[in-house]
Nanobody, 125 residues
Framework: AQLVESGGGSVQAGDSLRLSCVAS???????LGWFRQAQGREREFVGA????????KYTADVKGRFTVSTDSAQNTLYLQANDLKPEDTAVYYC????????????????????WGQGTQVTVSS
């Protein structure tokens, strides 16, 4: 699957953004995730959704502010980011894991097979 992110930009603290990740094919059955990498730092987990879409998991820094979801056609992954903070500034990447037997949320980058190219989010105070 090819993944293409969009929706990043430069915003003020407290603003919201919705990042999109469009797949070349269906994402049905794929576990999906969002990661981010700030300049000079390692890539970190942001949020994930299980293959059934019943389960989601978030890193503590974004829980309650960010929401991972998919569209009904199952070819777009979203990250709704509310109440953005300067520390949310990073390049955001979407990722997909080939279908497997486990209906869980994957939080490690190495568990994913496909990655997008990234979209920059910059939050000013």
């Amino acid at each position: 699957a090819q993944l293409v992110e969009s929706g990043g930009g430069s915003v003020q603290a407290g603003d919201s953004l919705r990042l999109s990740c469009v797949a070349s094919g269906t994402l049905s059955g794929f576990a999906l995730g969002w990661f981010r990498q700030a300049q000079g730092r390692e890539r970190e987990f942001v949020g994930a959704i299980s293959r059934s879409r019943r389960f989601t998991k978030y890193t503590a820094d974004v829980k309650g502010r960010f929401t991972v979801s998919t569209d009904s056609a199952q070819n777009t992954l979203y990250l709704q980011a509310n109440d953005l903070k300067p520390e949310d500034t990073a390049v955001y990447y979407c990722a997909a894991r080939q279908p497997s037997s486990y209906d869980i949320e994957y939080t490690r980058g190495r568990d994913y097979n496909y990655w997008g190219q990234g979209t920059q989010v910059t939050v000013s105070s």
